[in-house]
């Protein structure tokens, strides 16, 4: 049997398999010189081009159009049918480029932000997706700044702030003011301010020494600081990136999104022993199912997931009873605070609530090149 090649991040073969594989992906979209939304991470290409001066059809095959993404009927179903989510991050083109007002940014850059969110509604108006199943983020701030419809995707800001410019240690050097201001509590705070229905964040705020680092509340995932965590957020959902396989199960057990780069079918068992369940959300487990998959030795556990993936009832195909009985479980064991009756309307075959904890590919499969 050969082994799992894991496919090139943000192009149509990852996002397929990382959306079948979990509750949903990441993926990151610019904007090309002839307006089309295309699927690329960083500010320059391999052959050292600004995506945003090229015409879509000029750039690198392995830069696909988010258009192109949207046309395959196996990407999409998982949204429509099954209750999948997507985090849409929009990148701001690099100053050199000449483009949203280069070096200066000012109106031009808020045009350019602009555009793509009106492009990214206009793509998926045709698609009958759940209200709670898709949002827009982006590290640059005039995001916030967007004119959107009622029935426009919401809006989130990604912190610390990182540039279009510099390689990975120069863009998160001087990040570090940002990130020293901005506690978790506080960032939180700003987003529900803005009206964001979630809070994209670095890990970092919540393991290691890092998050010592902080003005303000220490937060963690596990013992008082995750009480404090989960007593200032109230449920409030934070999507945590990178969800490390070696924290998946304690990101889930906090009720927090863990948003993973390793979606290898072959990765059974994870670092912490527990056997890898993949769909929490979107095909989820009752207390037994849990109890019986923790139970089963590690020799044993892929034939197990195999199984359980075959019996269990998928979220798309409960009655109404059993979402609102699922739903309600999770209100309780992880303190949800928003009205029950708001969260429950949320409630259908292809949406969950906005809290709903989550396992979501980054950049689709995983990340594979940048940083």
């Keep these: 049997m050969s082994s799992w090649k894991k496919p090139r991040e943000n192009t149509i073969e990852s996002l397929v398999h990382g959306i079948k594989f979990s509750d949903g992906v990441e993926f ?16 320059i290409t391999e052959d050292n081009r600004f995506p945003e001066c090229e015409l879509a059809e000029d750039l690198p095959d392995y830069i696909q159009t988010f258009d192109e993404l949207l046309s395959k009927k196996e990407f999409t ?21 000449g483009k949203a007002g280069g070096w200066i940014r000012g109106m031009k850059r808020l045009e350019h932000m602009q555009k793509m969110v009106d492009l990214v509604n206009e793509s998926l108006d045709g698609i009958e997706i759940g209200s709670t199943s898709a949002v827009i983020y982006s590290f640059e701030k005039k995001i916030l700044q967007t004119k959107r419809k009622p029935s426009d995707l919401k809006i989130s800001r990604l912190m610390p702030y990182l540039r279009q410019w510099g390689n990975e240690f120069s863009q998160r050097t001087l990040a570090i003011p940002s990130y020293v201001m901005n506690s978790l509590p506080r960032l939180m705070e700003k987003n ?17 020494y890092t998050r010592f680092l902080n003005i ?11 009480q404090k965590l989960n007593r200032l957020r109230g449920g409030y959902p934070v999507y945590v990136w990178p969800g490390k396989p070696e924290l998946e199960r304690k990101l889930w057990e906090a009720g927090l999104t863990g948003m993973s780069d390793d979606f290898s079918p072959e990765l059974v068992t994870l670092p912490s022993g527990h056997a890898r369940w993949s769909r929490p959300a979107t095909q989820p487990l009752s207390n037994d199912d849990l109890e019986k998959l923790d139970s ?8 197990k997931i195999d199984e359980m993936k075959k019996e269990i009832t998928p979220w798309s195909e409960f009655s109404d009873v059993e979402r609102i009985a699922f739903t309600k479980d999770w209100i309780k064991r992880w303190g949800w605070k928003r009205k029950e009756e708001d969260i429950l309307e949320e409630v259908s075959e292809n949406s969950l609530p906005w809290e709903s904890v989550r396992i979501v590919g980054h950049r689709g499969s995983g990340k594979t090149h940048g940083w």
Excluded at 195 to 203: D, F, N, Q, R, T
Excluded at 216 to 225: A, D, P, R
């Design 28 to 43: 990151d979209l610019r904007l090309s010189d002839d307006e089309q939304l295309v699927l690329y991470h960083n500010s």
């Design 77 to 97: 179903r998982e949204f429509t049918e099954e209750g999948k989510f997507a985090c849409i991050e929009l990148k701001a083109p690099h100053p050199n480029s």
């Design 192 to 208: 529900k301010k803005n009206g964001s229905p979630m809070l994209p964040c670095a890990l970092e705020y919540l393991d290691g």
């Design 216 to 226: 303000g509340t220490s937060v963690g995932i596990e013992g008082k600081y995750l």
């Design 296 to 303: 089963t030795p590690k020799e044993h556990h892929a034939e």
